[in-house]
RNA sequence: GGGCCGGUAGCUCAGUUGGUUAGAGCGCACCCCUGAUAAGGGUGAGGUCGGAGGUUCAAAUCCUCCUCGGCCCA
């Protein structure tokens, strides 16, 4: 075409998209910006200004613990429960979030602890306040780091006045709660066997105790000589125990077997044994003791029964020393004696174990208290006390941990040995045993003074249960409540099960697991023998030894912590609270502190339901934690507001999982496949690691890397060019004067509208149930497939062509400021800093989209009829795509625009013309065929030089059509 | 060791009370466009639904066992 006249150049006459908005994000460069003009503007004020009155929605914080910075477990729970938040108040709900630390506790002491330690200080000579001044120090310093870091992950919250377990305020209410505790009589002083930790020298909680695999353990059979039994054969016999704990042989005082267990008694070595009847057990067990069967020398004297011991005394391997060691020890029936692996009998010591502790206070035998808090047996202890000296004149006790001293050649097995008792000792069984997991050193059952909060204890001060309330009762047919219910007042398990019944849990399935835990759970262990926490602050009468319940007293000393600090617990103020009329040297001043978990339980009375925080309200309407919270903060909080207000302080519990390595498996330092948030803000951008969060099925444990988040990159640059799309559409839209209302629009608006109106619902739907990762999936697939491969790709040729005075063209454009509208707000949850910046680049002088709430869409826009054609429409519109691909792979043809295609007459739906399915599927004829088949050829029209489709009004290929030849001349002579 | 939960394409997820050739989006491969351009469009290849038994006319779906992983507990 040489010869031709050079051809205009109508680029300048297309109406392209313009915008500003870049298509590469750079977020990590980008957010903090945002997140400053979000602090200058006061956004979160300015949202609870205006939601003031709405109905509210009340997400409390589970507060994280002060120490460490952020880490994705962290970014997860808290994308979360901003994107609850958000999506709320985006329905128009008054939503605040008032976030919050845990601040006491033993890790806080141990860091502090270890600082001194290198200042080769001894925390002994520290006074306690300045101990705890430096704790409450170092807490704060981990308030002040995790609060940026979570305002650079873009949650939106009361950030200058968060709530913190060591405000004095909050010291002053947790200690009234407490009181509240003990003025309706549920607190108890009781001598339990706990996990001791000799190193520490104080109780742990469960969550202070980890399990460690052990190889190296003690293992010993010891033969206790039976003195008294029904049985004749049995009389002069050895019922033996075997135990990994040597050093609680010492402190025994029973022995327990299984009344269905069979038992054996075997003479061998012209000794009479009581073994159990179980073949492998018995073997191993023999085997040890160096029996060889082939020797024949064992022989069965005789089979019993368990229950057949009842009544069989038994006497200590060290009888001679005489005192403790010589009174007899009972055989009693243990239900929890087992066959899997010692001889089937269980020596029991009431100090150092629930079982026997359970077992032997049934039978009157109640602990000595021979192991001291340094873990050494006490001075006047008969065997291996102060006075027990080695040859050489030093003494043989150590702590009962100690290795070499539970060793077989330790002083217990030697002397054990030597009195004829010990049948094997050896350092070599593999188990699992508790460690401490701050010191990493072993714990010890063992019996202290502490305090409880007793669960099965009717509470006479709060109403019976509802027979509506037991309606739960009976689902699963494992009930533990039964007609004692409704014989009297409801005991605190009862209230925390009749309240996890009718609490919303999301998902499902977290329901049984805070029941089983309920069920299950021994009364609340409150003490701990620490410095860093709140006081247990309640008098106790030195005579009578009787908890002094008196509320004025209680106030006294709940004023002055809230005005002091827990500093205000000290001896010297004694007389202060105890007032006038008791004499200070009366009442001993408990000195424990609480469990941190009753910190934390009760941040629902001193954050929820105080007027420092006026916005919140109690009951919550949702708490949102990990799963191993249904240990912990979700069953401390349900306790705790059962036991003081007879209800949950939650109406809806949501658990997500935890987040795994790529290949599902557990992140940890020493394996070294952490992910770190902070790493991939600065690398990706907070937006990535929010959509990440919301992507995944955060129900379960689910998994994040590289792969994973380029992948959640990908998503993000869809939606982001989906906007930048939409902006440059939209530039210079003024609804004023070009809009179309849309009962006007032509019918693939409409039916855009309708599927508009149908993700609307869903994302709705999705909010209600906490779905975040169907309002995403529905979200990015609505601009996949609806909007960038659908919508926007068949009416390029009306925006870019058309006449802007049009009324396709001004229809197209009134339907993507409808999409903007909805889109920008389903968007601002998920990406908070990609649509501000969206909306600030369209509308540069509104505050924020995060003020906005979302529209209520028309009912109209719902049309079945109109959608049921379009979508048979689509249908063949896939059809049509496909037959035209073999002609482009041969060349024959490059774009759909160049296709005439002949489509069976009766695949067409209703009310589609030719043209109007020529416009669907961009091809440039659609005829009606009489085959069954879609058929393509190329079209023989010729091309138009502006709008590239090949039409029959195009005289020749660059000339123009009729369309466009009406809009250039228009524009030339505006020109 | 015990309780509970989970294992569907390379990735993230759907799969209703068991019922036709197991789906989506992304990624990938190939192609088109070059007037959303480090963008947009099209087509296609990917799965013995962790494994093995069993129930059933029929199992990703129900049962048993095993395995891997997780949370909690000991």
């Known amino acids: 075409m040489s010869d031709e006249p050079t051809q205009r150049d109508y680029r300048p006459t297309v109406f392209l998209p313009k915008t500003d908005f870049p298509m590469k994000a750079g977020l990590p460069h980008k957010e903090p910006g945002i997140q400053a003009k979000w ?86 000579e520290v006074p306690a306040k300045e101990f705890r001044a430096e704790c409450r120090e170092y807490a704060q310093k981990w308030v002040d780091v995790q609060r940026e870091q979570l305002k650079r992950l873009g949650i939106n919250g009361r950030w200058d006045k968060p709530y913190l377990t060591m405000r004095p305020k909050a010291e002053g209410a947790i200690v009234a709660e407490l009181h509240k505790f003990a003025e309706t009589g549920q607190l108890y002083r009781g001598a339990k066997p706990v996990m001791w930790s000799p190193v520490e020298e104080t109780a742990l909680a469960d969550a202070e105790v980890e399990y460690q695999d052990l190889t190296d353990s003690p293992q010993i059979d010891v033969a206790f000589e039976i003195v008294e039994s029904a049985i004749p054969e049995l009389v002069g016999a050895y019922a033996v125990i075997w135990t990994t704990t040597p050093w609680t042989i010492p402190v025994n005082q029973a022995l327990a077997y299984g009344p269905s267990i069979n038992y054996d008694i075997i003479d061998w070595n012209g000794k009479r044994f009581l073994i159990a009847n179980e073949g492998g057990l018995q073997a191993e067990a023999m085997n040890r003791w160096g029996f060889d069967p082939k020797s024949g020398d064992g022989s069965l004297v005789k089979m019993i029964k368990g229950s057949d011991l009842a009544g069989t005394i038994v006497r200590h391997p060290m009888h001679h020393l005489g005192g403790f060691y010589a009174k007899p020890r009972p055989m009693l029936a243990g239900d929890f004696v087992t066959t899997d692996s010692g001889t089937g009998i269980v020596h029991m010591s009431p100090d150092h174990g629930e079982d026997d502790f359970d077992l032997c206070k049934a039978n009157g035998i109640d602990p000595v208290f021979a ?132 609490t919303r849990f999301v998902p499902e399935k977290g329901r049984n697991r805070l029941r089983s835990m309920v069920e299950g759970r021994p009364d609340w262990l409150i003490s701990r023998q620490r410095a860093w926490g709140v006081p247990i602050a309640l008098f106790v009468h030195r005579e009578s030894g009787e908890l002094l319940v008196d509320p004025d007293v209680n106030r006294r000393i709940q004023t002055a912590i809230a005005n002091d600090t827990v500093d205000a617990w000290e001896e010297s103020r004694a007389a202060e609270y105890l007032g006038p009329d008791r004499n200070p040297d009366d009442y001993e001043m408990i000195g424990d502190i609480l469990d941190v978990w009753f910190d934390s339980g009760s941040t629902h009375a001193f954050v929820l339901e105080s007027d420092e925080w006026p916005e919140l309200q109690s009951p919550a309407d949702l708490y949102l934690e990990g799963s191993d919270q249904h240990r912990g903060w979700f069953q401390s909080s349900l306790l705790e507001s059962c036991g003081t207000r007879g209800r949950a ?49 955060y129900t379960e ?105 049009g009324l396709e063209r001004r229809a197209y454009r009134t339907m993507l400021d409808i999409l903007f509208q909805a889109l920008i707000r389903y968007t601002a949850p998920v990406l908070v800093y990609t649509a501000e910046e969206v909306w600030s680049t369209r509308f540069p002088d509104r505050a924020s989209i995060h003020l906005e709430e979302l529209h209520a869409l028309p009912a109209d826009w719902i049309d079945d009829a109109l959608a049921g054609r379009f979508d048979a429409m689509r249908e063949l519109r896939e059809d049509v795509m496909e037959a035209i691909e073999p002609l482009r792979r041969e060349k024959t043809i490059r774009s759909g625009l160049e296709a005439d295609v002949s489509v069976p007459s009766s695949a067409i739906p209703d009310g589609f013309s030719d043209a109007d399915l020529a416009e669907l599927f961009i091809a440039a004829t659609v005829v009606r065929g009489q085959g069954s088949t879609v058929e393509v050829t190329r079209t023989s029209d010729n091309k138009c030089g502006r709008c590239w489709r090949l039409l029959p009004d195009v005289a020749e290929d660059g000339a123009l059509c009729s369309r466009c030849d009406e809009v250039v001349t228009e524009m030339d002579a505006a020109a």
Not at 41 to 60: C, D, W
Not at 67 to 74: K, R, T
Not at 649 to 675: C, E, I, Q, R
Not at 702 to 726: A, C, M, P, S, W
């Open 371 to 502: 192991v001291m808090g340094d873990g050494r047996y006490r001075d006047d202890w008969l065997w291996l006390g102060a006075n027990d000296l080695d040859a050489e004149g030093k003494e043989r006790r150590r702590s009962v941990i100690n290795k070499p001293f539970n060793a077989p050649e330790g002083p217990i097995c030697s002397d054990l040995r030597e009195a004829g008792a010990l049948l094997s000792a050896s350092a070599d069984y593999q188990h699992s045993y508790p460690h401490s997991w701050r010191s990493k050193a072993k714990v010890v059952y063992r019996c202290t003074p502490q305090w409880f909060i007793a669960i099965d204890e009717h509470l006479g001060h709060l109403p019976a249960i509802s027979p509506a309330e037991q309606s739960w009762e009976g689902e699963g047919g494992d009930s533990t409540i039964d007609e004692e219910v409704t014989a009297g007042s409801p005991t605190l398990r009862e209230i925390a099960l009749g309240e996890i019944a009718s």
């Open 39 to 124: 602090e200058e503007i006061g956004l979160y004020e300015k949202l609870r200004e205006a939601r003031s009155g709405r109905e509210k929605f009340i997400l409390h914080d589970g507060p994280p613990y002060a120490n460490g910075d952020m880490h994705i477990g962290h970014a997860l729970n808290h994308v979360l429960k901003d994107t609850v938040v958000r999506t709320q108040s985006l329905l128009g709900k008054d939503a605040p979030y008032v976030p919050g630390w845990d601040c006491h506790g033993l890790p806080i002491e141990w860091k502090v602890e270890e600082l001194y330690r290198k200042k080769k200080l001894d925390k002994k």
């Open 649 to 697: 302080p939650y109406k809806a519990v949501l658990t997500h999982g935890f987040t795994m390595d790529p290949k599902g498996m557990k992140m940890s330092k020493s394996l070294g496949n952490t992910v770190d948030p902070l790493k991939v803000m600065e690398q990706y951008g907070a937006d990535i690691i929010r959509l990440w969060a919301l992507s995944v099925d």
């Open 701 to 805: 444990d689910h998994r994040i890397g590289d792969e994973i988040l380029k992948g959640v990159g990908d998503t993000y640059r869809k939606l982001r060019n989906t906007f930048r799309y939409l902006l440059g559409a939209l530039s210079d839209f003024d609804y004023e004067s070009e809009g179309v209302e849309t009962a006007q629009m032509p019918e693939l608006e409409r039916y855009m509208l309708h599927r508009l109106a149908k993700l609307d619902a869903n994302l709705r739907t999705a909010i209600d149930d906490f779905d975040f990762n169907e309002y995403v999936r529905a979200l990015a697939e609505f601009t996949n497939e609806d909007l960038s491969a659908f919508f926007f790709d068949i009416r390029k040729d009306r925006l870019y062509c058309d006449a802007p005075d």
